[in-house]
């Protein structure tokens, strides 16, 4: 780091007394250090330094660069860009410091000695030459070692942290790229930083390309022209969802890449890296396709164990007339009556190893599968076993799915997360997998569109043979958020058995919501969109004026005595006048606005406050929350009110209570608004939809038809009447590409030629 640079920072030097708060993921670190010089001066004899270290230092010499910072609570603070060993200026400072507990064995004698022979800059000239030292007379060879591999000792980190900020990155992102490649660091980062896109989340191209462009990497290099494919693979099948991508596609999505500056590359070039990557293993290329590893190995995977429970035999069959007599029984017991289709699902059900059943709102989904399981139940015997616990499973992908599921059968019902034993963002499913798989007779899964290709592929690795599987789910909403469209790909496959519900049961006083999603299932636009309903509305305005128009809705629904737990925003976008962003902060005014009192914590841009729906962000499995779940914070909790001395805020998830220390907020975010893709699971007393052509991109037909399935008493849209009609008429419902199902249909041929083959 320049002089420059340096004489622009505050700068404070002292000793490390001791570390008071560390996060060993990311090397947020808080210190207090004894201070000897400050610039400006300050009055304290101590102070506590924040910011990003990668490993603790502990009773070190150090120099920091930053700024000086008032906290409200904390007092004076030290905010750290840079730090360094301290490098003493002077003879007598040079001696004192190289005579100190730091060498041990090195007296002051000996100090005096080295500088004698070295003068004033004697530490620059060891680091340098770490021989020198020996040829000074009487100093031993043990002691010359002690103070040449401590002065590098101290020098190291630093040394690096001040060359990878040089390049660009700030010590957030040095930090995590020393704990990635330790010694290592500046070997890996000056000879190819292009690695950092594949190893350090939080770096993408454009930042590695600009330190290869500093360190006079061709813009046609090799290492550059790999970088660049790889990126573009795996951001298409991060942002849009693909599996694989057409080679030629791929080539062409990575000249936009790498070529943002200038147009030295073209498709050929790109098209012998292709080959190369292929050949190295480190993309997969069949047929023309690309993937990234993991996704060909799950599309495989899951092909495979797709047809590997086709191919079992159920447990046991029935007649039909046990069946249509127990079924006679079950209507009775429960006073209903089911329809000729809903009695199909049940017997397919019955008699399949593998079954689908989908249906949009009010068709009868949950009617069926509590008959399911209710027939499972009898007809298994289950109710005669002297264990009492069921061996059947209930799975959904959210937490919040998971719950409604077991509100409605009765039963519990857990995440797939959970019946996998998944423990962490980083570890494998430790519990349940091919080795070890699941316990049970009977699996149901609902809202299977949610699934992504590795969470599917995950979970039927761990589904044992003789376990009948049932997968549940609305083809017509949003695919997983994930790579794949495991649901609509397990249906055009053709090889699993199937039922469609598509007769309307749930039309309690005439539901319009449930018409109106009807209508856009077929993709057409409701004629009465714009009358008011005793269930629906429509609120006709401009872009820019929907936020105000939403917060009159919730105005007015709060002075009905509605809450904010009851009532929910979905838009499209984060960003813009009408994104995300913008409506939860004036939502949060209105909801939840500051008060005399009222406790509150900020990070970044976002003040949470008691009180405050939030959602999860990240799936962490130790505390049994996921992505999507909706909470409240309940409580914030300083200091002296916590065992360990740390600031915490406390969100209750449905009775489970979560606690989170401030570098821990970044896994939430205000919920009042949401995107529509986080509410897939859920459902609403109160839903607000607003839309405008500001959104065009974003608007699609499964889009609009998530968001108003999510109303459960009252949909109330928002908007330009041309915004919800160009939403109905784009329907991409399969346009991910995937090879899934013909993957299965396949694996299924292949299957069957065997068999005709031996006999």
């Known amino acids: 780091m320049n002089e420059e640079w340096k004489s622009s920072k505050d700068k404070i030097t002292g000793t490390v007394s001791h570390v008071i708060f560390r996060n060993e993921k990311n090397g947020y670190t808080v210190l207090n250090i004894h201070v000897d010089d400050a610039t400006p001066a300050i009055e304290a004899s101590s102070i506590s330094v924040v910011g990003h270290f990668p490993f603790p230092p502990e009773e ?95 020098q190291e980190v630093a040394g690096v942290m001040s ?63 790999k970088a660049g494919l790889l990126f573009s693979l795996w951001q298409m099948s991060q942002s849009i969802g693909h599996v694989y991508l057409p080679v030629d596609v791929w080539t062409e999505e990575a000249l936009k890449v790498l070529n943002y500056r200038n147009h030295d590359v073209d498709a050929e070039m790109l ?71 809903q009695k199909e ?71 797939i997360h959970k019946w996998l034993g998944w423990r962490g963002e980083e570890e494998e499913f430790l519990e349940h997998d091919e ?98 309903k005793p269930d629906r509305s429509f609120i006709a305005c401009h872009g820019t004026r929907m936020p105000d128009v939403i917060l009159q809705i919730c105005q007015k629904a709060m002075e009905k005595g509605y809450s904010a737990r009851e009532i929910q925003v979905l838009a499209p976008m984060y960003k813009g006048t009408a994104g995300i962003h913008l409506l939860n902060e004036k939502l949060q005014a209105l909801f939840n606005p500051p008060k005399q009192g009222k406790r509150s914590m900020t990070y970044g841009d976002v003040v949470f406050r008691n009180g405050d729906i939030v959602l999860q962000l990240v799936n962490n499995p130790e505390d049994n929350v996921f992505n999507g779940d909706r909470g409240e914070i309940i ?29 821990d907020l970044k896994q939430i975010t205000l919920a009042y608004c949401s995107s529509i893709h986080k509410a897939q699971g859920s459902e609403f007393p109160i839903v607000i939809v607003p839309l405008s052509m500001s959104y065009r991109r974003m608007l699609k037909r499964n889009l609009l038809y998530t968001a108003i399935t999510r109303a459960r008493d009252s949909l109330i849209m928002v908007g330009e009447q041309r915004a919800f009609s160009l939403a109905v008429e784009t329907n991409d419902q399969h346009s991910r590409y995937s090879h899934l199902h013909q993957r299965i249909q396949e694996a299924s041929t292949n299957h069957e030629n065997v068999k005709e083959g031996q006999y």
């Open 60 to 154: 070190d010499l150090l120099t920091f660069y930053g700024q000086f910072h008032e906290h409200e609570r904390y007092g004076q603070q030290f905010h750290m860009e840079l730090y360094e060993p301290y490098i003493p200026e002077g003879k007598p400072a040079v001696i004192q410091y190289l005579s100190s507990e730091r060498f041990p064995g090195i007296g002051k004698k000996t100090a005096s000695r080295v500088v004698a022979e070295l003068g004033e800059s004697a530490i620059d000239k060891i680091l340098h030459q770490p021989n020198l030292l020996y040829d000074i007379p009487d100093i031993k060879r043990q002691q010359a070692d002690v103070l040449t591999e401590r002065l590098m000792e101290e």
């Open 163 to 225: 060359r990878l900020i040089t390049y660009g990155f700030g010590t957030e992102l040095a930090t995590k790229i020393i704990q990635a490649y330790k010694g290592e660091t500046l070997n890996v980062v000056e000879k190819d930083p292009y690695q950092l896109v594949q190893d350090i989340e939080g770096i993408g191209f454009q930042k590695a390309d600009a330190l290869g462009a500093q360190l006079g990497i061709e813009s046609t290099s090799k290492k550059r022209l």
């Open 271 to 341: 098209n012998q890296e292709v080959i190369e990557l292929d050949e190295e293993g480190t993309v997969a290329v069949p047929d023309e396709r690309a993937y990234i590893l993991s996704l060909f190995f799950a599309e495989k995977g899951l092909a495979t164990n797709v047809n590997r429970l086709l191919e079992t035999d159920v447990q046991e069959t029935f007649a039909e007339d046990l069946y249509l007599k127990t079924l006679g029984e079950l209507e009775n017991d429960f006073k209903i009556t089911y329809a000729d289709r």
């Open 345 to 415: 699902a049940v017997e397919l059900a019955l008699k399949s190893p593998l079954m689908i059943l989908t249906g949009g709102p009010g068709t009868g989904k949950t009617t069926v599968i509590r008959a399911i399981v209710e027939m499972f139940k009898r007809m298994r015997g289950w109710n005669q076993r002297k264990e009492k616990k069921l061996p059947v499973l209930l799975a959904a992908p959210t937490g919040r799915a998971a719950k409604r599921m077991a509100e409605a059968t009765g039963l519990k019902a857990f995440t």
């Open 435 to 532: 080795e070890n798989p699941l316990e049970g007779e009977l699996l149901i899964i609902d809202e299977a569109s949610m699934i992504d290709l590795w969470l599917a592929n995950q979970l039927f690795k761990a589904i044992p043979a003789g376990m009948q599987v049932i997968i549940v789910g609305d083809e017509d909403q949003l695919p997983s958020v994930g790579p794949g469209q495991v649901l609509g790909d397990l249906l055009r496959s053709e090889t699993i058995p199937s039922i469609s519900l598509s007769a309307v049961y749930r039309q309690a006083e005439g539901s319009s919501i449930i018409d109106l999603a009807h209508d856009l299932k077929e993709g057409q636009l409701s004629a009465d969109l714009k009358e008011t």
């Open 635 to 663: 409580a914030l909790l300083k200091e002296k009110e916590t065992e360990d001395g740390k600031e915490k805020l406390v969100v209750t998830f449905d009775g489970i209570e979560v606690y989170y220390e401030k570098q």
